[in-house]
């Protein structure tokens, strides 16, 4: 059995931080990529950023100079360091994993910003 957790989410002022982690656990033989998506209220689920197994990192462009995605190996645990945080980045965020060859979600962490 497969299980991500993730956790850090928050209410934060803009400009603010956040620092949200998940950790995959079970029957894992090999992950290729770990990511984050995010989804607001009425709007479809966007992909925020992704890092390789390897450590190549891709960003949507909304968050390329904010956001940084990091893995553990070792802990099987990806992070979003979220930095000069906005209101339009209010969202749920969702983890995301390729364990052996095969998608697995989160249940997601509510990232409220504001004022």
């Known amino acids: 059995q497969v299980q991500l957790v993730e956790s850090g989410g928050g209410l934060v002022q803009p400009g603010g931080s956040l620092r949200l982690s998940c950790a995959a656990s079970?029957?894992?033989?090999?992950?290729?990529?770990m990511g984050w998506y995010c989804q607001a209220p009425g709007k479809r689920r966007e992909l925020v950023a992704t890092?390789?197994?390897?450590?190549?990192?891709n960003y949507a462009d909304s968050v390329k100079d904010r956001f940084t995605i990091s893995r553990d190996k070792d802990k099987n645990t990806v992070y979003l360091q979220m930095n000069g945080l906005k209101p339009e980045d209010t969202a749920v965020y969702y983890c995301n994993v390729d364990i052996n060859g095969m998608d697995y979600w989160g249940k997601g962490t509510l990232v409220t910003v504001s004022s």
């Open positions: 079970g029957n894992i033989f090999r992950i290729n990529v």
């Open positions: 890092v390789t197994r390897a450590g190549s990192t």
